[in-house]
Nanobody, 121 residues
Framework: QVQLVESGGGLVQTGASLRLSCVISEMIGEASIMGWDRRPPGAQRDMVATITGSGTAAYADSVKGRFTISLDNDKSTIFLQMNDLQPEDTGLYYC???????????????WGQGTQVTVSS
């Protein structure tokens, strides 16, 4: 079963930057999709950013211009560069992965254990 291992969370002040990493335990195909969700305290989990194996990225409106998602295919690793962090960015960040084939087959989505990001004001 595929494993996702996140790292890079922490406690920072408003305006700081953090970089999250997620290593996926299999080769990533171009049609597959990866990304980051976050769950703020007391709230539901929402999408932050996604990226396909071919490099097409998408972002939640709340992070556009501040966060950048990227992919290192050789290392099966995705990154989330988070700049100008705000208190509302606080939450548990989960890496997610769905293997997809070029013919449209979709495997069940997988999530990592999560890494905590806390932004103090």
């Amino acid at each position: 079963q595929v494993q996702l291992v996140e790292s890079g969370g922490g406690l920072v002040q408003t305006g700081a930057s953090l970089r999250l990493s997620c290593v996926i335990s299999e080769m990533i195909g171009e049609a597959s999709i990866m990304g980051w969700d976050r769950r703020p305290p007391g709230a539901q989990r929402d999408m932050v950013a996604t990226i396909t194996g071919s490099g097409t990225a998408a972002y939640a409106d709340s992070v556009k211009g501040r966060f950048t998602i990227s992919l290192d295919n050789d290392k099966s690793t995705i990154f989330l560069q988070m700049n100008d962090l705000q208190p509302e960015d606080t939450g548990l960040y989960y890496c997610k992965y769905q293997k997809r084939s070029s013919t449209g087959i979709r495997w069940p989505s997988r999530w990592g254990q999560g890494t905590q990001v806390t932004v103090s004001s």
